[in-house]
T-cell receptor, first 114, second 114 residues
């Protein structure tokens, strides 16, 4: 059972380049999330999708766009990468229901912007 | 102001001791609370969640919630070197458009020394 799969695992970009981070889950979850994690900052929510067809901004959305392609897939796009976007990016998913639904995380994408 | 606060540590305990990790939150609308463990270079993994006042036990782990005082804690009994990791506290506010979103603290680094 793969759970949440993220690609790529590592990426180095030059300032101004664009790229898309891919995320797919096989747990039939309705909700999906993108976080970034920087040293000493914990996990910060970039965007989330409560259900297929909807997306909403999180705490730090500037410089990012997302697409909920279908129920399984949720992608994160950097249109013009900046060094400040160097971080570890995690995708997560959760079932909908009572508020005690935990989020399950992918292995992360380590992104460096030069 | 960060909505979920944790002491970043590091917290160092001897093997076999009880490790106590604390977390406070500012949003009284928060309904569920989650503890995640994150090993260096890995993704967060769920340890347990709690949504009712009082204690919840799962093996060597006990989560405690006090909504009046707005704090949640995690106790690890008989700590082992393999428990050395960063522990993330997260709060869920299921009201309105924030349904399903988690707000994470910055994490507490725990080191268990032999």
């Amino acid at each position: 059972n793969a759970g949440v799969t993220q690609t790529p695992k590592f990426q180095v970009l030059k300032t101004g380049q664009s790229m898309t981070l891919q995320c797919a889950q096989d747990m039939n979850h309705n909700s999906m999330y993108w976080y970034r994690q920087d040293p000493g900052m914990g996990l910060r929510l970039i965007y989330y999708s409560a259900s297929e067809g909807t997306t909403d901004k999180g705490e730090v959305p500037n410089g990012y766009n997302v697409s909920r392609l279908n129920k399984r897939e949720f992608s994160l796009r950097l249109e013009s990468a900046a060094p400040s976007q160097t971080s570890v990016y995690f995708c997560a998913s959760s079932a909908q229901g009572p508020s005690n639904q935990p989020q399950h995380f992918g292995d992360g994408t380590r992104l460096s912007i030069l | 102001q960060k909505e979920v606060e944790q002491n970043s540590g590091p917290l160092s305990v001897p093997e076999g001791a009880i490790a106590s990790l604390n977390c406070t939150y500012s949003d009284r609308g928060s309904q569920s609370f989650f503890w995640y463990r994150q090993y260096s270079g890995k993704s967060p993994e769920l340890i347990m969640f709690i949504y009712s006042n009082g204690d919840k036990e799962d093996g060597r782990f006990t989560a405690q919630l006090n909504k009046a005082s707005q704090y949640v804690s995690l106790l690890i009994r008989d700590s082992q070197p393999s428990d050395s990791a960063t522990y993330l506290c997260a709060a869920n506010n299921a009201g309105g458009t924030s349904y399903g979103k988690l707000t994470f603290g910055q994490g507490t680094i725990l080191t268990v020394h032999p």
